[in-house]
């Protein structure tokens, strides 16, 4: 079997384990301008830079994914939020983009194929790529409405150049996740879409939508519901959303993804909502048994942390929601479902 049919078999048996944050558990190990920078020779300073992490100190990358793997993740991401063209400019790393990509990808399918080896059980790797610092939908000018810093067909090549480089080291299916704007994940889309031409074999995409208010919106002012619609032609092997807030405030918002998308749903929330020094504090098992809730109510295939998420809350999901029986897909829809900001269907 593909990758695909191998997830979706997978899926199908139980409720299947993501990882957790990579930031917070970088940040833990204090790491200095040295770590980060190596002898790599850049012109700007590194510190921050997450991503030039697979480069210069993959040790702790891999570190990390292990821990996750220990905590019982069945499919892991590489640490290449902003691994990309546009997101690496900040640090005059543009041209490492490849090199961080396939290093990182390298890092996640080596200790994935490790572990499934170990015990028999597959475990996945999901090429992250964040939604870079531009926005296709928005204008950064309040003067200009019109204006955009990046066209349409610039960002797909900036994915492009990504997703190729993670498919080399070892990716099995592309994360396109946090989406703030949709047309900046339809970007995503096409990008993979031609990879996979290009490689005349199926590169499965995971969508994963955040929202930016309690309301059920993204930036660019789309529902969830009608953010399905906009994507669902992807064929995506997942949907799902992540970051944006805590399991609770989430809650809604998934329980309405998980009746109308036909394929698996992945959820990771953030550790809840951060305090006032921007610090997530929610425990393991909180996180645990709100997300719990969605594995008994049928509404998750996959379940994780993002932000502030630690190796323990993975744990504690996992053991959550051992032995839950997994979410059905619904039935595809056949009406034609458009969708502007609102959804729209056109009666049969």
Not at 118 to 126: E, L, Q, T
Not at 181 to 186: G, Q
Request: some cysteine.
């Amino acid at each position: 079997m593909n990758a695909r049919d191998q997830l979706q078999a997978e899926a199908a048996k139980r409720v299947l384990i993501f990882d957790g944050a990579f930031g917070t558990q970088i940040q833990d190990r204090k790491l200095t301008e040295e770590d980060y920078a190596g002898d790599l020779g850049l012109a700007a300073d590194q510190k921050g830079n997450n991503d030039i992490l697979a480069l210069t100190r993959s040790d702790v990358i891999a570190d990390i994914t292990r821990a996750y793997l220990d905590s019982g993740s069945d499919v892991v991401s590489t640490n290449t939020f902003s691994a990309n063209r546009i997101s690496q400019a900040d640090y005059a790393a543009e041209n490492m983009v490849r090199e961080i990509n396939v290093a990182s990808g390298k890092i996640a399918r080596e200790l994935a194929d490790e572990y499934a080896a170990r015990d028999g059980r597959p475990r996945f790797v999901a090429g992250a790529i964040g939604p870079t610092n531009k926005t296709l939908s928005l204008s950064p000018d309040v003067e200009d409405p019109g204006f955009r810093e990046i066209d349409f067909d610039h960002l797909v090549d900036v994915y492009h150049e990504q997703a190729a480089a993670l498919v080399e080291g070892g990716a099995d299916f592309i994360l396109i996740e946090t989406i703030f704007d949709t047309l900046n994940a339809k970007a995503g889309v096409m990008a993979v879409r031609k990879l996979a031409r290009e490689l005349d074999r199926d590169v499965p995409i995971m969508l994963s939508m955040t929202l930016t208010d309690l309301s059920g919106r993204n930036l660019s002012g789309h529902t969830v519901e009608a953010f399905w619609y906009a994507v669902r032609h992807a064929n995506p092997v997942t949907i799902g959303l992540n970051c944006s807030f805590g399991a609770e405030q989430l809650r809604p918002h998934v329980q309405l993804l998980s009746k109308i998308a036909d394929c698996l749903l992945m959820a990771y929330p953030n550790a809840g909502l951060p305090n006032e020094l921007g610090e997530y504090d929610e425990l393991p098992a909180t996180t645990a048994s709100l997300v719990r809730e969605w594995a008994e109510n049928g509404q998750a295939n996959i379940l994780g942390g993002c932000c502030g998420s630690t190796p323990d809350h993975i744990e504690a999901i996992a053991k959550a929601v051992d032995g839950l029986p997994p979410r059905k897909l619904p039935p595809r829809d056949v009406q034609m479902q458009l969708a502007g900001l609102e959804p729209f269907t056109i009666a049969a």
